[in-house]
């Protein structure tokens, strides 16, 4: 697969989605200006384009207008929530969709997924299971037992995030980022409440291969307790 292309110029929000990206083993790319966008398309030939609106120099409309000359690569563009009118001029020009800051990193990896589906490109597995748990992270499908547990879309991301990486010890602010995105960052409570109303929902069926485990002074981890 080409990678990726990444374009904005907020050095916060670039770290966040190169990590979420990264996290999912697909290629990528970063630029911070328009200018540096055109280039790393031209040398690239990226297969998916996440681009800013406001960038400095060449503007993110400016950028894909100049791609959709000479490609139907993807683009799906990164606004403010008070740039309706840009908003809807980028897709007037070809851009293929919209996500609006303040975003969750987890709807934009479900954004990219989208495509890569429409592109006819093969993504990792999209069900987890675990002992007598199911998760089906398309459709916010979790099982217990056969029984479908009512789990908000956070709830379902936390669990998928912890449950991907059994073991691992994920500190609060590696969940903030993960799940809920750079605006949430230093929000522990967001986390601790969440993280107890998705133990008080698994608890009303047995689950004794797994438990949500908290890690003093750390965080928390999903962790095996039979083999």
């Not at 996290?23 to 990528?28: H, I, R, S």
């Not at 007037?92 to 490109?121: C, H, N, Q, T």
Request: aromatic share 6%; with cysteine.
């Amino acid at each position: 697969m080409n990678p990726i292309l990444v374009v904005d110029d907020n050095e916060q929000i670039l770290s966040i989605l190169t990590k979420y990206i990264q996290a999912e083993n697909l290629p990528m790319l970063a630029a911070r200006t328009g200018e540096e966008a055109l280039t790393l398309f031209e040398a690239a030939k990226p297969s998916i384009i996440l681009l800013d609106i406001m960038l400095p120099g060449i503007d993110g409309l400016e950028v894909c207008r100049r791609i959709r000359q000479v490609s139907s690569v993807p683009i799906l563009m990164i606004t403010a929530k008070d740039e309706d009118a840009d908003r809807i001029l980028g897709l007037d020009i070809g851009a293929d969709d919209y996500i609006v800051k303040p975003f969750s990193p987890g709807e934009v990896m479900a954004r990219i997924r989208a495509v890569r589906r429409r592109l006819g490109v093969q993504d990792g597995p999209e069900t987890l299971v675990i002992g007598n748990m199911s998760i089906h992270l398309p459709s916010l499908n979790v099982t217990l037992e056969g029984e479908k547990i009512a789990l908000t879309r956070r709830e379902v991301e936390l669990l998928w995030t912890l449950a991907s990486n059994p073991g691992r010890v994920f500190t609060r602010d590696n969940l903030l980022t993960m799940v809920w995105g750079y605006e949430h960052i230093g929000n522990y409570r967001a986390v601790d409440s969440h993280i107890k109303r998705l133990r008080h929902k698994l608890d009303a069926f047995p689950h004794p291969e797994f438990a949500i485990a908290t890690v003093w002074g750390t965080g928390y981890k999903l962790e095996r307790t039979l083999p």
